[in-house]
Each structure stands twice: as C-alpha cells, then as structure tokens.
C-alpha cells in the first residue's frame, strides 16, 4: 500500500469512538492483511495505528469465531468476549482518547463493580499507569530474556550445534566460530546428540542420535504464550540458570466504589490567580545586554541558564534602546570603553528563564526614565533559575529579593547601612561585605551571614551601584545614581530558622507541616 492509501485510512479511522467500541466487520481482517506488509509505516498514523494495534490483538482462532457463518453479527452471540474489545490502545491516548478514560472507568465501575487494573488494561489495551491508583497488588510475572527470545525464533544452541553437524559430521573448529558454538557443544554433547570423534587426526563432530525434539525451544515458546506453568519446575529452573527467562514483578491495583462515588466528575471553576498568567521567560536582551554583560560571558552558556525551545526568540523591543545598548556594548560610550566586539541581535533575543530579577529592575528603571525621573524605591519577590548543581545550599530554581534605589547623592554607604538594618530587622545580625565583580554594578558587594547549623558563611545577596553605561542608555539623568540589590528568599530563611539544607525548605521535599506550623506573613498588615 502506499502513502496515500495509508493516509486515507488513517483519516477513516479517526471517524470511530473507540471509547465506546468498534464493531468489527470481515474487511477488517482483510485490510490488515495488507496493511501487515507496510507496518513499519504504521506508526506514522495515530487513528490507523490504533484500529492496526486493535485488530492484531485477535488471535487466529478469535477470528475464526468471529467469521463463522459469514459475518459478525451472526457470530455476536458466540463471540460476545471477544466482540466487546474496546479499541482504546495507548496510541488513543496521544490522540485526544486521555479525556474519555476517567468517565470509562468510572462507568465500568458503577456496572461490573471492583476491577484488578492490570486485567483491565490488557483488555481494553491502555498504559496500566493510566488506570487509577488504589490498592496496590505485586504479581510475579515470567518473561523471556533478549538471548530466550532468539532462542524461541531460531531454536536453542544445542538444537543449531546439531544441526549444524549433519549427517557427514563437520569440524569442530567449524562449530567454534558460530556464536553458539561453545555452549551450544556443551549442551549437545551433555544431552547425547553428538559425539567427539578424534580418529582421521582432526576433531570432528558426529551425530549420536538421528533426530532430536528441541525441548528448549518448546518451553521458551510456552513461556512466550503466558504458559509457563505447564513446564515442570527443573525445567524451569533449568533455563532461569541459563538466563534465557526472568522474573518480573508487575504492580496492578484493586478499584472499588469510594463513599463519594458519581460516574460524573464535577470540574470547578477556578480563579485566575497571578501564578497562573506570570511569566518566567525573558529575553537575553533585557536579562543580560540591557546589564551591560557582554555576550561571551560564561553566565550565559547553557551550563549556568536554562534556553527555552518554544518560543526560542523575542522579537519586540525598544529600537532607539537597543541601538545605544549595542553601541555601549561593541564601542563603548558614557565613559566605558565597552567590550570592543561584534554584538549580535540574534543572541539579544534568545529565550531564557531568567536567571536573576535584576532583569526587572532593568525594565523599570528604562520605564522610570522614559516617564520622567522622580527619586525611587521599588522591590519585587521572585522566582528566578539557574543551571546549578543542587546541594544543601543550592537549587535550581529558587527566590529572589530584588530592589532598586533611584536618587540623587546616593552613596554605598547608604547601600550597606540599608542591608545592615534590613538584616537586623529579619534576627540576623553577623554579616561581611566582600568587594565583588558585576558586569552592571561598581562597586559591587556580596553579602554573607554565617549559618549557625552548618557553621560557615552562607552567601545571602549581591549589591552596587548601578554602572553609568548601563543607566545612561537608558535616559535616566547623569546626577542619578541607582543602587540594586538581589537577595536569595531561601537562605536568609534557613539562617533565621536554623534549616541546614534548603530542598527542606522549598521543593517536594518539604515537610508540610513546617508550613502549618508557622505564620504567614501579611504584607497588608502594619
């Protein structure tokens, strides 16, 4: 069959609920006759993959049964197990078929009762973890290893040593090279199929028996079949020793009707909450050019950010803004030197989570120059992410306090004697400024408090004074100095409550009760 064949029965099938059954007809074996020698074409099509996945299932005397007396419907009565498959493979699922199963459940519930989940999956051809979970139920399941199930196609070593022989004998040097050889010649030779005979001056392997019934694949095959309990049990035991089957523990779960039971599950309406429509995306322009970084800066390979894929660019920013950010960045000006390279808007606007809230700053200070200056304060709590190696100390995503300071005569004093009192106000009073690097700031700061549980200093925040190539762009004034500040929310957190690994704190490790127990915070509230 070719591609539009298969198109046009993948768009027929996409017609059919197969939620609620499909109802078989013989074309529907004849199809799949010819559909079978362009199956590996088969999964490129949801809907047909699905009646293909639906049909196979059917053994050979299933569908006998069903095309006893020259159709279906005269079959219904005999066949009903088999007619009432439902077509609901795992590929129903990549097509939408995920919100009808609950409301299948639900009903095969309120009709049948209690249900063992992994019987209801192999009927209805689901992923078992789609299926609710409840009680938990172990069964111990044997299958095939990848050597048994070559083995089960192709026969057992010993068979294909004896076979090899042949009737003439060959060399066993011959036998030897075959993947099979060596133990394959164990076995024959232990099970009495062949024999050594060293008498013309060369090894040569002779047949002892005629024939032979290859036991091995028999059983391989039975264990295939799900009949593995009709092999005797050192037979069994057997071939587990010789690792062509294994033991897998399959979890299913019991249903059963709760005391809320409905076959209808009720969706509230819910709130928009400013969760729900933040975004964390930003450009690299705003979180990373509009502060002065140059763009070969390590803090913007992927080893330190995370890029998003979709949508991977940003298009829209301020034009006359971004030629002077280009300008400061490839010739310097406002009295840096710049970086004296080619900057490039294709890296400006690629996507990123941002990996600080000074990329907030940054756009409310371009916004409060282009309003007009007024001396101010802003602060903003945030989630930010960074491509860090998670430790006691450090997430990938965690919080930040970001704030900014806009006014005239600003000094660092007034910066460190800000932090000093904040800090104080929080119950943390052992603090050291250590002078720092920022691509945005100088002079820059890092503030450390030490951590009485894990008796060092525990970096808390980063500070300066915002650089004048980064502020003047943007038309903010030349008397004006800004001072900005980004605290982690987490670490000042485990100081102050004595938490020696942060993942205690924030993530799915914590302990909910530790949130119970306290208060909240109540910015409303004086």
Known sequence: MDESELADLNKHFAEFSYIDGYTLSP???????????CQSRVDRYVHLKRWFNHITSFSSGERDCLLKGGG?????????????????????????????LPQLLLNRLDTDGPFD??????????????????EDRSLKRVELSEEGKVMAENGSHEANVFRLVGENGIEQAEVMKQPFGKIGLSKALAAGWVTVDKSGGSVRLMRKVASIEDVVQKQLKSVAEGKECEIPP?????????????????????????????????????????????????????????????????????????????????????????????TVHAKGGYGSRGYNYDWKIEEAQKNVLRTHTTAVSARQLYKLAQEGFKPTKMFSIDRVFRNETLDATHLAEFHQVEGVIAERDLSLAHVMGLFTEFFRKCGITNLRFKPTYNPYTEPSMEIFAYHEGLKKWVEIGNSGMFRPEMLLPMGLPPDVNVAGYGLSLERPTMIRYGIDNIRDLFGPKVNLEMIYQNPLCRLDKS
């Open 72 to 100: 279906i419907a005269q079959t219904r009565s005999d066949c009903h197990r088999m007619v009432d498959k439902k077509m609901t493979g795992s590929s129903s699922c990549e097509a939408g078929g995920d919100m009808d």
């Open 117 to 134: 989940t992994l019987q209801l999956a192999a009927q209805l051809g689901v992923d078992h973890q789609k299926l609710i979970l409840t």
């Open 234 to 326: 050192k037979a069994l035991q057997d071939i587990k020793k010789r690792k062509l089957i294994m033991e897998v523990n399959v979890k299913s779960y019991f249903v059963k009707k709760g005391p809320s039971f409905a076959t209808v599950i009720d969706k509230p309406e819910l709130d928009l909450t400013p969760e729900m429509i933040t975004s964390y995306v930003e450009s690299s322009f705003w979180n990373f050019d509009a502060l002065f970084q140059p763009q070969q800066h390590p803090a913007r390979d992927a080893h330190d950010t995370f890029f998003v894929s979709d949508p991977a660019l940003s298009f829209q920013f301020p034009e006359d803004y971004l030629e002077r950010v280009k």
């Open 27 to 37: 074309s529907d074996f004849t199809t799949h006759d010819k559909v079978i020698a």
